[in-house]
């Protein structure tokens, strides 16, 4: 009786209510079967505390091993950051042989519409840079140094052919600048109310383009247009004279196709476009390259 009385004490302070009320019984048939029933009762609550335990230590190790499984499936090939690292890096080299060709090549070497699509690739480079995931800081920083630097490329190119009595040539460029920077202000401030009219018109694959995170109303789609000019550039000129390749700005530009090529599809959102045209960047700047290297060090 005392045991089933201290029991009954222990059910009260406890059991839920409805448990209690079972306790109410005073003869001792109803004590023994509440005495098994809160026997059980705790029994069950033991048990299903030791299930979630279990739960939990399985979810956490099966987390951890996915977790590693991951790390070793990363590996340089498909690592985003050593590749956007190698492409600034590039671009650096490229910002690098501006301002050599700068310090030390002659200004008649300077190619203006190289120089030209230069400026328009690494202002919408640098944007790129802030809003691509991964944001690459480091490849921004290389591009807003390059606009600087192909500036000053251009007031040396502009000056040289004024004193040397070029200045029809020299106003032809100014032109071509002007009109270039007011399309390109034009399509900044009108983009959006374009975009926004298409989208809400239920066009379709007309809409569902104008919508694209990586479509004709973002950097995403522009950048790489603009490095198409200068794989365009290079196409146009496969004759130009070997000593007017610049050796720096070609070896920076065919390592920055080589990185690009697969960094393109790393990145958030997957940019092919940006692989396709840094596929033929690589091309066409190696042409160069070769060509220089073997007119110089070969012949």
């Known amino acids: 009786m005392i045991a089933a009385t201290t029991i009954s004490r222990m059910a009260s302070s406890q059991a839920p209510k409805v448990l209690r009320l079972r306790l109410a019984g005073n003869n001792t048939t109803s004590q023994v079967k509440n005495n098994n029933y809160m026997k059980r009762y705790f029994s069950d609550k033991t048990k299903e505390a030791a299930n979630t335990t279990a739960k939990e230590s399985t979810s956490s ?27 600034a890096m590039a671009g650096w080299g490229m910002s690098g042989a501006a301002i050599y060709d700068a310090l030390e090549s002659s200004p008649e070497l300077i190619s203006l519409n190289m120089t030209g699509v230069l400026l328009v690739y690494s202002s919408l480079f640098a944007r790129w840079a802030f809003v691509v995931k991964p944001q ?26 004024k004193e040397n009595g070029k200045d029809d040539e ?57 490095k198409w000019m200068i794989s365009g550039a290079s196409f ?6 070997t000593e007017k390749i610049s050796l720096a700005q070609y ?24 692989c396709s045209v840094n596929i033929a960047l690589f091309g066409s700047s190696a042409w160069h390259l070769g060509r220089k290297i073997k007119a110089d060090f070969l012949s």
């Open 61 to 87: 190790t099966t987390a951890t091993t996915a977790a590693k499984e991951e790390a070793k499936k990363t590996t340089w090939w498909n690592n985003t950051a050593w590749w956007g690292t190698a492409g």
């Open 136 to 161: 690459n800081l480091l490849l921004a920083g290389c591009h807003i140094t390059n606009v600087g630097a192909q500036m000053n490329q251009l007031r040396r190119a502009v000056e040289y052919k």
């Open 170 to 226: 020299v106003d032809d460029i100014m032109k071509k600048a002007g009109a270039t920077a007011a399309a390109g202000a034009a399509c900044v401030l009108g983009g959006p109310m374009v975009q926004s009219a298409l989208v809400n018109a239920n066009l379709g694959f007309v809409s569902s383009i104008a919508a694209a995170e990586a479509g004709p109303f973002t950097v995403h789609f522009w950048a790489p247009m603009s």
């Open 236 to 241: 146009l000129e496969l004759d130009r004279p």
């Open 251 to 274: 070896t920076a530009l065919t390592m920055t196709g080589f990185f690009f090529s697969r960094y393109a599809l790393l990145v958030a959102p997957i940019n092919y476009t940006l």
